[in-house]
T-cell receptor
Framework: AQSVTQLGSHVSVSEGALVLLRCNYS??????LFWYVQYPNQGLQLLLK??????LVKGINGFEAEFKKSETSFHLTKPSAHMSDAAEYFC????????????FGAGTQVVVTP | KAGVTQTPRYLIKTRGQQVTLSCSPI?????VSWYQQTPGQGLQFLFE???????NKGNFPGRFSGRQFSNSRSEMNVSTLELGDSALYLC?????????????FGEGSRLTVL
């Protein structure tokens, strides 16, 4: 069964510091992987997606993620945190040909301190 | 361009009642997916519709049902409400989830069951 694991339910970073959010997946076939962000009282917004075109994926708001098949990982990074990055981040995977059906990780709450 | 609209945004029901939630996708989008979000279970896939046909279904009891109309608007219904049905219900739309890979989420309908 496909599963997604996000390490760390809460992450605190200083403004200007590196943001690193970890996501590992278990799959017997190459997956489609996504990172979504959810701001308070809002729906989810796509940050970036991996669909096998390139292992390093650049997204919006300065985020990027690298697909590492050997490590079954898809970690999200941003070189310099901004106060506006405070939100909950979800890693998601789809094995089917329909990306409307996603399996989400438990989420990581990011707090940015001045 | 209007985003995904969900109504009502907030509602309170009592156990045993039923509820209908509505989702209007972005104009031109034909795929609609529904997700349930709770603190304990996180984000869980309910179902996905494309051109009025259910394409995928999650692991929820038969009390949860949905449909999509010819204008792509979608509704989901929960009958015989239980306390555990209290959640944020998110609707997401896409042009065709098999092609673009990006879901656009609404802000959700927050259901409280007393």
């Amino acid at each position: 069964a496909q599963s997604v694991t996000q390490l760390g339910s809460h992450v605190s970073v200083s403004e200007g510091a590196l943001v690193l959010l970890r996501c590992n997946y278990s799959s017997s076939v190459p997956p489609y992987l996504f990172w979504y962000v959810q701001y308070p009282n809002q729906g989810l917004q796509l940050l970036l997606k991996y669909t096998s075109a390139a292992t390093l994926v650049k997204g919006i708001n300065g985020f990027e993620a690298e697909f590492k098949k050997s490590e079954t990982s898809f970690h999200l990074t941003k070189p310099s945190a901004h106060m506006s990055d405070a939100a909950e981040y979800f890693c998601a995977v789809s094995l089917t040909d329909s990306w409307g059906k996603l399996q989400f990780g438990a989420g990581t709450q990011v707090v940015v301190t001045p | 361009k209007a985003g995904v609209t969900q109504t009502p945004r907030y509602l309170i029901k009592t156990r045993g009642q039923q509820v209908t939630l509505s989702c209007s996708p972005i104009s031109g989008h034909r795929s609609v997916s529904w997700y349930q979000q709770t603190p304990g279970q996180g984000l869980q896939f309910l179902f996905e519709y494309f051109s009025e046909t259910q394409r995928n279904k999650g692991n929820f009891p038969g009390r949860f049902s949905g449909r999509q109309f010819s204008n792509s608007r979608s509704e989901m219904n929960v009958s015989t409400l239980e306390l555990g049905d209290s959640a944020l219900y998110l609707c997401a739309s896409s042009l065709d989830s098999r092609e673009t890979g990006e879901l656009f989420f609404g802000e959700g309908s927050r259901l409280t069951v007393l």
